[in-house]
């Protein structure tokens, strides 16, 4: 059983920065593939990026691309996501995610562990 737990989150300022980091223990972290998602009030959980578990193949979703960066360190069982220049849109909670293979994935029902969130709020 693998355990999530996610932190970084905040209140910053619209063109800021935050670091999202994802914790992981309980299993073997550099077998799983690691997603991000997020989740707006009111809207459903959407795909923000995703990384395979050696780190070779990631994907973001288009309006982040440019400015969030997906990283991991398989040492250190902790994935993360950079995020740049942020917009009042980008306010959400953000999961981090987990799947029982080593292959990235945008879909959030082939995720098999989630943390808790972290809420990040941009404001204008």
């Known amino acids: 059983q693998v355990q999530l737990v996610e932190s970084g989150g905040g209140l910053v300022q619209a063109g800021g920065s935050l670091k999202l980091s994802c914790a992981a223990s309980?299993?073997?972290?550099?077998?799983?593939?690691l997603g991000w998602f997020r989740q707006a009030p009111g809207k459903e959980r959407e795909f923000v990026g995703t990384?395979?578990?050696?780190?070779?193949?990631?994907y973001y979703k288009d309006s982040v691309k440019g400015r969030f960066t997906i990283s991991r360190d398989n040492a250190k069982n902790t994935g993360y996501l950079q995020m740049n220049s942020l917009k009042p849109e980008d306010t959400a909670v953000y999961y981090c995610?987990?799947?029982?293979?080593?292959?990235?994935?945008?879909?959030?029902?082939?995720?098999?562990?989630w943390g808790q969130g972290t809420q990040v709020t941009v404001s204008s």
């Open positions: 990384i395979s578990a050696g780190g070779a193949t990631i």
């Open positions: 309980g299993g073997t972290f550099s077998r799983y593939g």
């Open positions: 995610a987990a799947r029982a293979s080593t292959f990235s994935s945008s879909i959030t029902s082939t995720y098999n562990y």
